[in-house]
């Protein structure tokens, strides 16, 4: 059984930072490609980023290019997410998760293609 535990969260003022980590267990985790989702109040899940197993490649959705950062360590089977420069629309419960048997040079941003998921942790940014 894999599970995922992320932690990191918290209220910030707008432009602050956080750093998000998720830790995992059982499992192969340098297999998985691993994703960051979020979930607002009153919102669907949606894609933040994601990083392939090998750490070699990552994809953002727009509205977070440049301001979030997703890395991995395959040694300490975790991956993180360094979120600058917050806005208050990035408030949401952020999820991490794995992706079982990813196929080769294509990166899955739909929440449905992920086979395990964290509890997610909340991020509250105020204006």
């Known amino acids: 059984q894999v599970r995922l535990v992320e932690s990191g969260g918290g209220s910030v003022q707008a432009g602050g930072s956080l750093r998000l980590s998720c830790a995992t267990a059982g499992g192969t985790f340098s297999t998985y490609d691993m994703g960051w989702f979020r979930q607002a109040p009153g919102k669907e899940r949606e894609f933040v980023a994601v990083?392939?197993?090998?750490?070699?490649?990552?994809y953002y959705r727009d509205s977070v290019k440049g301001r979030f950062t997703i890395s991995r360590d395959n040694a300490k089977n975790m991956v993180f997410l360094q979120m600058n420069s917050l806005k208050p629309e990035d408030t949401a419960v952020y999820y991490c998760a794995a992706k079982n048997f990813p196929l080769p040079h294509q990166i899955a941003t739909a929440a449905s293609a992920y086979d395990y998921w964290g509890q997610g942790t909340q991020v509250t940014v105020s204006s």
């Open positions: 990083i392939v197993s090998t750490g070699r490649s990552t």
